[in-house]
Nanobody, 124 residues
Framework: QVQLVESGGGLVQAGGSLRLSCAAS????????MGWFRQAPGKERQFVAT????????LYADSVKGRFTISRENVRNTVYLQMNSLKPEDTAVYLC?????????????????WGQGTQVTVSS
């Protein structure tokens, strides 16, 4: 079981940027597909981005494509989410997750471990 801790959230104006980090411990980080999801109050958890074990393959939700970038550093056991051109509708708790699968996954029920989340608030 891997433990995940997110950081980097905060309050930012529309058009601004934030970089989220997710540090993993207790497992072999490079063996996990990693994903970022978000959940706004009263809404279902939503897929944001995922990255393969090597980092060679990434997938994004249409709503963030071209604005967000997922990356990972296996030597640092960390996955990142660079968020640019932020919009008020990006406001949510952002959670990272780990999946013991062969390739990237976009469904939350395919992920085994979750962090507690970090709040991102984008003001208009």
């Amino acid at each position: 079981q891997v433990q995940l801790v997110e950081s980097g959230g905060g309050l930012v104006q529309a058009g601004g940027s934030l970089r989220l980090s997710c540090a993993a411990s207790g497992g072999t980080f490079s063996s996990f597909v990693m994903g970022w999801f978000r959940q706004a109050p009263g809404k279902e958890r939503q897929f944001v981005a995922t990255i393969s074990r090597s980092g060679a393959t990434t997938l994004y939700a249409d709503s963030v494509k071209g604005r967000f970038t997922i990356s990972r550093e296996n030597v640092r056991n960390t996955v990142y989410l660079q968020m640019n051109s932020l919009k008020p509708e990006d406001t949510a708790v952002y959670l990272c997750a780990a999946a013991g699968t062969l390739g990237p996954r976009i469904r939350s029920d395919e992920y085994d471990c979750w962090g507690q989340g970090t709040q991102v608030t984008v003001s208009s």
